[in-house]
């Protein structure tokens, strides 16, 4: 009680000093506040625009995948398909800490241009379009025609692959029955009606598979809602029509081979194969599909399996995942989200590792101020302090006197910093702070700012400012603890 | 029985690269009860051999015994237990703690001590508060108080703890000499009624008239007793 009342009559005493080293703790805790808050809103903004908009929080891909980044590899790299997504589905869906998992094929094709121009390359998505939309809810935003029904083909351009397009090969692509060139590009809205399309001519790239072009309707123009300038590059088709341009065997196309056709087509022995014993199965289907069927036992090909977890980070989910694989010896790996978008995952991280970074140069930059004003004070008092020690109070005595006077201006000070900096968080969302920009979107946590506290926040506020605190007064404690009666004689 | 024994204390301060010898081979033994004066011009040694004896500073060689415990090579956290439970010191610029009251400060080492209930320690304090004559002023910070009030505050505070020894440095320095007397015959009429040894440094005749026994010291020796 000695102490606390000692501490309270000091700092009044010496309000000016108070008042300095309140201002800095209101304005650090201010700070590190809004700063958490914006960390925590651009992961929260993140797991919107990536995980809940298109990647889920982990990406089943092939053991043959080589490169983790399989959405935005660099020069469109192919990805690889993945086989006996029966069986690795069945295992991924059985795990409880999984809500959903959604296969996808993914590739880089080619827009075979018709005026003889040059061709476009844009990124295909091959999707169940009922399932993508029940896995990604709110991802698309239709802008004009529809999405494809059950069983119905067609392509749905974002309005970044119709600029893409437009840029490479002059042309525009629009549903059929809609010339309404206001739904297209800024740059494309002049264009001349002959160059207007309903129609793309798709042709897929594989270093595997005999890759087929494939005519498809125009079925829907739209945008992504989040991040749309970099996943407006990605067109989506129903899987069918994907399977067809990647050469990949269709649902509808199903293989009957005999034993000794299987054993042929899976020998590594070429004597058995050129000798003319092996009885080549007879078939319109080309031999590498043949191959597919033989070892995907007729599952239908995907390049990615989507999955969304619950409860469980996506590292860890990644990590459990992987493991269940292997041990159940399929064919496939699993690969975290920000992993799987590669430089955008970087791209989040650096972002991130910036702000806490900024957060860690601040608390350094406040506890040496802090600490240095707390030492002026300690000196400044030396014959007060020096008298008590003459009259019996110890070293620890003094060293908890300087402690308290602190955690007073850190309570009361760093309190009213940390309210206010959720206030603060609270209110930014209000003002409206809006960009189109997808780098700052990644930080504002979409296209408006929106800081977010989560009570988890604000017990790490608490954490850091006890530990900014803690460490500044260190030095001031062992320096007026080490003042001794007889500094302050020497000081009358 | 001797309340301090001190024999051949030397006190040596570095001061750049010379050495200034303050105490050169003191011996003085201060009974019990004694009221002492220490004298000499300024610059002689007395306030460092009543800081030697108070435990403030610490003697360059030689021994010094305090309530019988010798002090020389005593830790720190043992001397300052000395000074809380057997010496008392009144200070020239009385050296109260500004922020708290007069009763306050006369129950700060009593606090300090943690031996009493807080309401023990506010009724001793209250009994020495009265006994020097300021209970009226009880609630008044040292910045309300005179001179001879911030003195009179002092003195309880050196005695509340019923210390063996009490130390004044100058005392009445910084009094009036109406003042100035006042305490004196304060501090006399403790000593007498309590029986606490009282040692105190001046140089100012009128404040020798009381002391029973003075002792002089002049550069760093003493020469007279």
Same mark, same amino acid.
């Given at each position: 009680m000695l102490i606390w009342r000692l501490a309270w009559r000091n700092l009044w005493r010496h309000r000016g000093l108070s008042m300095v080293v309140g201002g800095i703790l209101f304005l650090g805790a201010l700070l590190l506040t809004f700063g958490n808050g914006v960390v925590s809103g651009m992961e929260r903004g993140l797991e919107r625009q990536v995980?809940?908009?298109?990647?889920?929080d982990v990406v089943i891909v092939s053991? +043959?995948?080589?490169?983790?980044?399989?959405?935005?590899s660099m020069m469109g790299k192919e990805v690889e398909p993945i086989y006996r997504i029966g069986a690795i589905r069945a295992l991924v869906d059985?795990? +409880?800490?999984?809500r959903a998992s959604l296969p996808v094929g993914k590739n880089m094709v080619m827009a075979l241009n018709d005026a003889e121009g040059s061709p476009g390359y844009i990124f295909l998505l091959g999707v169940d379009f009922a399932a993508w939309r029940k896995f990604f809810p709110d991802a698309f935003q239709l802008q004009a025609g529809s999405i494809p029904g059950p069983g119905l083909r067609g392509i749905v351009l974002p309005n970044g692959a119709n600029t893409q397009l437009y840029q490479q090969m002059g042309q525009v692509f629009l549903p059929?029955?809609?010339?309404?060139?206001?739904?297209?590009?800024t740059e494309a809205r +002049?264009?001349?009606?002959?160059?207007?399309?309903h129609e793309v001519v798709v042709m897929g790239y594989s270093n595997t598979m005999s890759s087929s072009d494939q005519r498809m309707k125009v079925a829907a123009l739209g945008r992504y809602r989040a991040l749309n300038t970099i996943w407006g590059k990605f067109a989506l088709t129903d899987i069918e029509s994907y399977r067809s341009v990647m050469g990949y065997l269709r649902q509808d196309e199903k293989v009957v081979l005999t034993q000794d056709q299987k054993d042929v087509l899976t020998s590594n022995d070429l004597d058995d194969l050129l000798s003319g014993n092996a009885d080549a199965p007879k078939s319109n289907v080309a031999s590498d599909t043949l191959a597919q069927a033989v070892v995907a036992g007729n599952d239908p090909l995907w390049n990615l399996l989507l999955v969304r977890l619950g409860g469980v980070g996506a590292d860890e989910g990644a990590r459990r995942l992987d493991t269940l694989l292997k041990e159940a010896k399929l064919p496939a790996r699993a690969v975290p989200w920000n992993k799987a978008v590669g430089v955008i995952g970087s791209m989040a991280m650096l972002i991130r590792g910036a702000l806490l970074g900024f957060a860690a140069l601040l608390f350094v930059v406040a506890g040496i101020v802090i600490a240095n004003t707390l030492a002026m004070s300690a000196l400044e008092r030396t014959t007060e302090i020096g008298m008590m020690r003459a009259v019996g109070a110890k070293r620890g005595f003094i060293a908890r006197l300087m402690l308290s006077e602190t955690a007073v201006l850190a309570a009361s000070f760093g309190g009213a910093g940390l309210i206010s900096g959720a206030l603060l968080v609270a209110l930014?969302?209000?003002?409206?702070?809006?960009?189109?920009n997808d780098l700052l979107q990644m930080v504002y946590g979409g296209e408006v700012f929106h800081p977010l506290l989560r009570p988890q926040d604000l017990v790490v506020c608490l954490l850091e400012l006890a530990l900014v605190v803690g460490l500044a007064s260190l030095y001031p404690m062992k320096l007026a603890a080490s003042i001794t009666p007889l500094d302050a004689i020497t000081r009358e | 029985m001797n309340v301090v024994e001190i024999h051949n204390l030397v006190k040596d301060y570095p001061l750049g690269d010379t050495i200034v010898? $303050?105490?050169?081979?003191v011996d003085l033994e201060i009974p019990q009860g004694s009221f002492m004066s220490i004298t000499g011009p300024s610059g002689s040694g007395k306030t460092t051999l009543l800081n030697i004896i108070g435990c403030i500073d610490t003697a360059t060689s030689g021994s010094v015994k305090v309530g019988g415990a010798e002090?020389?090579? %005593?830790?720190d956290k043992k001397l300052t237990d000395l000074r809380l439970h057997t010496i008392g010191f009144i200070f020239q610029t009385f050296? %109260?703690?500004?922020?708290?009251s007069a009763l306050e400060n006369v129950e700060f080492p009593l606090l300090l001590q943690g031996n009493l209930s807080a309401s023990k320690v506010r009724e001793k304090a209250r009994q020495f508060l009265s006994s020097v004559g300021i209970a009226d002023h009880e609630k008044h910070k040292p910045a309300e108080l005179s001179g001879g009030q911030r003195q009179r505050v002092a003195i309880a505070r050196a005695l509340v703890t019923d210390p063996t020894l009490v130390l004044a440095d100058e005392?009445? $320095?910084?009094?009036d000499s109406e003042n100035g007397e006042s305490i004196l015959q304060l501090m006399q009429a403790m000593n007498t009624e309590r029986g606490t040894t009282f040692v105190f440094s001046t140089h100012d005749a009128q404040v020798l008239r009381y002391a029973r026994t003075v002792v002089q010291i002049h550069d760093g020796r003493i020469v007279g007793a």
């Amino acid at each position: 009680m000695l102490i606390w009342r000692l501490a309270w009559r000091n700092l009044w005493r010496h309000r000016g000093l108070s008042m300095v080293v309140g201002g800095i703790l209101f304005l650090g805790a201010l700070l590190l506040t809004f700063g958490n808050g914006v960390v925590s809103g651009m992961e929260r903004g993140l797991e919107r625009q990536v995980v809940e908009s298109f990647t889920g929080d982990v990406v089943i891909v092939s053991d +043959k995948q080589e490169d983790d980044a399989v959405f935005l590899s660099m020069m469109g790299k192919e990805v690889e398909p993945i086989y006996r997504i029966g069986a690795i589905r069945a295992l991924v869906d059985s795990q +409880k800490w999984v809500r959903a998992s959604l296969p996808v094929g993914k590739n880089m094709v080619m827009a075979l241009n018709d005026a003889e121009g040059s061709p476009g390359y844009i990124f295909l998505l091959g999707v169940d379009f009922a399932a993508w939309r029940k896995f990604f809810p709110d991802a698309f935003q239709l802008q004009a025609g529809s999405i494809p029904g059950p069983g119905l083909r067609g392509i749905v351009l974002p309005n970044g692959a119709n600029t893409q397009l437009y840029q490479q090969m002059g042309q525009v692509f629009l549903p059929e029955g809609i010339d309404d060139t206001s739904l297209l590009p800024t740059e494309a809205r +002049k264009v001349d009606r002959s160059r207007i399309r309903h129609e793309v001519v798709v042709m897929g790239y594989s270093n595997t598979m005999s890759s087929s072009d494939q005519r498809m309707k125009v079925a829907a123009l739209g945008r992504y809602r989040a991040l749309n300038t970099i996943w407006g590059k990605f067109a989506l088709t129903d899987i069918e029509s994907y399977r067809s341009v990647m050469g990949y065997l269709r649902q509808d196309e199903k293989v009957v081979l005999t034993q000794d056709q299987k054993d042929v087509l899976t020998s590594n022995d070429l004597d058995d194969l050129l000798s003319g014993n092996a009885d080549a199965p007879k078939s319109n289907v080309a031999s590498d599909t043949l191959a597919q069927a033989v070892v995907a036992g007729n599952d239908p090909l995907w390049n990615l399996l989507l999955v969304r977890l619950g409860g469980v980070g996506a590292d860890e989910g990644a990590r459990r995942l992987d493991t269940l694989l292997k041990e159940a010896k399929l064919p496939a790996r699993a690969v975290p989200w920000n992993k799987a978008v590669g430089v955008i995952g970087s791209m989040a991280m650096l972002i991130r590792g910036a702000l806490l970074g900024f957060a860690a140069l601040l608390f350094v930059v406040a506890g040496i101020v802090i600490a240095n004003t707390l030492a002026m004070s300690a000196l400044e008092r030396t014959t007060e302090i020096g008298m008590m020690r003459a009259v019996g109070a110890k070293r620890g005595f003094i060293a908890r006197l300087m402690l308290s006077e602190t955690a007073v201006l850190a309570a009361s000070f760093g309190g009213a910093g940390l309210i206010s900096g959720a206030l603060l968080v609270a209110l930014t969302p209000l003002l409206g702070v809006h960009t189109g920009n997808d780098l700052l979107q990644m930080v504002y946590g979409g296209e408006v700012f929106h800081p977010l506290l989560r009570p988890q926040d604000l017990v790490v506020c608490l954490l850091e400012l006890a530990l900014v605190v803690g460490l500044a007064s260190l030095y001031p404690m062992k320096l007026a603890a080490s003042i001794t009666p007889l500094d302050a004689i020497t000081r009358e | 029985m001797n309340v301090v024994e001190i024999h051949n204390l030397v006190k040596d301060y570095p001061l750049g690269d010379t050495i200034v010898h $303050a105490l050169r081979g003191v011996d003085l033994e201060i009974p019990q009860g004694s009221f002492m004066s220490i004298t000499g011009p300024s610059g002689s040694g007395k306030t460092t051999l009543l800081n030697i004896i108070g435990c403030i500073d610490t003697a360059t060689s030689g021994s010094v015994k305090v309530g019988g415990a010798e002090t020389s090579n %005593l830790p720190d956290k043992k001397l300052t237990d000395l000074r809380l439970h057997t010496i008392g010191f009144i200070f020239q610029t009385f050296n %109260l703690v500004p922020v708290l009251s007069a009763l306050e400060n006369v129950e700060f080492p009593l606090l300090l001590q943690g031996n009493l209930s807080a309401s023990k320690v506010r009724e001793k304090a209250r009994q020495f508060l009265s006994s020097v004559g300021i209970a009226d002023h009880e609630k008044h910070k040292p910045a309300e108080l005179s001179g001879g009030q911030r003195q009179r505050v002092a003195i309880a505070r050196a005695l509340v703890t019923d210390p063996t020894l009490v130390l004044a440095d100058e005392p009445t $320095a910084n009094l009036d000499s109406e003042n100035g007397e006042s305490i004196l015959q304060l501090m006399q009429a403790m000593n007498t009624e309590r029986g606490t040894t009282f040692v105190f440094s001046t140089h100012d005749a009128q404040v020798l008239r009381y002391a029973r026994t003075v002792v002089q010291i002049h550069d760093g020796r003493i020469v007279g007793a």
